[in-house]
DNA sequence: CAGTGGTCTAGACCACATG
DNA sequence: ATGTGGTCTAGACCACTGG
């Protein structure tokens, strides 16, 4: 028997089997029995190891995953992820490319990007015409390779005219505003609210779909009044903390 | 069959049954067709009139308290609740009670109000000697007779000295500092998390368990620098957004 | 191809809330 | 006492992944 399984199991009325099997597989994971990247027996064979049904153990599961601890993966089997990031995110004053406390493992990845017209919704917050155009850029950030924030950010197009030839050298907004002679912005706005992972966006994230996850969306502003971005973007509900600071 | 079950099925290669079921009862929410503080049928009957199994309708309403949409009531049934509050937070400036959209509707409970001895963490995140004393209160707030936020508070007593009797007339911390000698402070750090209701904190919300809830983590600080509030608050993950603005 | 996780079924027992 | 939701079981078929 797999050593995780040991022992029996405390009264049911006392804590629910299925939440003793999550505290025991939590307790794995936290002291390193399950090691990340990891991959567990199958979920047959664990159910056998932990004495229950197949439901029962999956509930843990679902529970583990949901809290970003595993990742099921159809077909292939249940991964023991990379422990999860506590990402402070300094956005005092104009410090918008967010500190970590460990900025050097983080990376970004630019999945799209692309000019043309905005839907309804992003005409709006962006506060422009139907018909303007907007360039659209996806990314994805990663801290120690493990996918921990997708973002979607919009510019209007009228502004930043050479916006693909300012971003590619460093894949950096910031050095494209300097381009445009936006230097002189601020985040006005961040409102954060809350989400499920489509199959989509649990894909980009190498999440489990249904997991809940955190979406922020924020405005930028030039000294004008007139917006310059709109971002939104969403990362796993657990694992990452958001620090606003003031001096 | 209720009406709410009509029609038949999509593949279920496209979308699976259970999304099916949520589908339509989310749709029945929001148009009113399940209206606020309605109790649905039970779950046997309930599954009899989707015709699928139990589980399968179960896993359909379990998405649905995660997001606040129904309550289940152990022995007593599943109701449907009052339609989530889009709560704006506006935590600029020294602006400490929270503005909202529609503030007459807000009510705040005092659950409790006790002087003591505070845990570790407490007192570390205080700046405090172990052996202080802390002044927790514990409250609810409400919209529109909804439970939306609960909330642990702790103030060092050696600066509080006489918190019950300032605060006791109209419930308000802001009396309490202003009584103290304590109007100069300011809301210095503001940290926001992700967790999951324990069996406590679901009664306090009137949610179910393991519903996904936002934390969030905050101090407040006097003009000399001493942290003299720590407030710890969750809120349902979905139905509430925190908006942070700057002029 | 075999094995995986995702879905679904038809039962069952329990603790709890309500009338 | 009845009915409720919470838990659990032992099966089954499917789509997908991998060797």
Not at 12 to 17: A, C, D, F, V, Y
Not at 22 to 30: G, S
Not at 53 to 79: D, F, I, N, P, W
Not at 129 to 156: E, N
Request: overall charge positive; proline content about 6%; aromatic content about 8%.
């Amino acid at each position: 028997m797999h050593p995780i399984a040991q022992g029996a199991y405390a009264p049911r009325r006392t804590r629910p089997i299925w939440l003793q099997i999550y505290d025991r597989l939590l307790h794995a994971c936290e002291t390193g029995a399950l090691s990340p990247g990891q991959r567990l027996p199958g979920e047959i064979s664990l159910a056998r190891t932990f004495d229950v049904s197949r439901v029962t153990l999956r509930r843990a599961l679902r529970r583990l995953q949901q809290e970003g601890h595993l990742q099921a993966r159809k077909g292939a089997g249940v991964y023991v992820r990379q422990p999860l990031t506590r990402w402070q995110v300094d956005d005092s004053g104009q410090q918008l490319p967010a500190r970590t406390a460990d900025a050097r493992a983080m990376e970004t990845r630019t999945l799209s990007l692309a000019k043309g017209p905005p839907d309804a919704a992003t005409a709006e917050h962006l506060e422009i015409a139907p018909d303007a155009k907007v360039w659209h850029l996806t990314r994805l950030r990663l801290h120690k390779g493990v996918p921990i924030y997708l973002s979607d950010k919009f510019f209007p197009a009228d502004i930043f005219d050479r916006f693909d030839a300012a971003y590619a050298p460093a894949q950096s907004v910031q050095d494209v505003f300097a381009a445009h002679g936006q230097a002189d912005w601020q985040r006005t706005e961040t409102r954060i609210s809350g989400a499920f992972a489509t199959a989509e966006t649990a894909a980009a994230l190498e999440l489990s779909p249904s997991t809940p996850l955190i979406a922020v969306e924020a405005y930028n502003t030039a000294r004008n009044g007139r917006r310059i971005e709109l971002t939104q973007g969403i990362w796993p509900l657990t694992g990452v903390e958001l620090v606003f600071q003031r001096s």
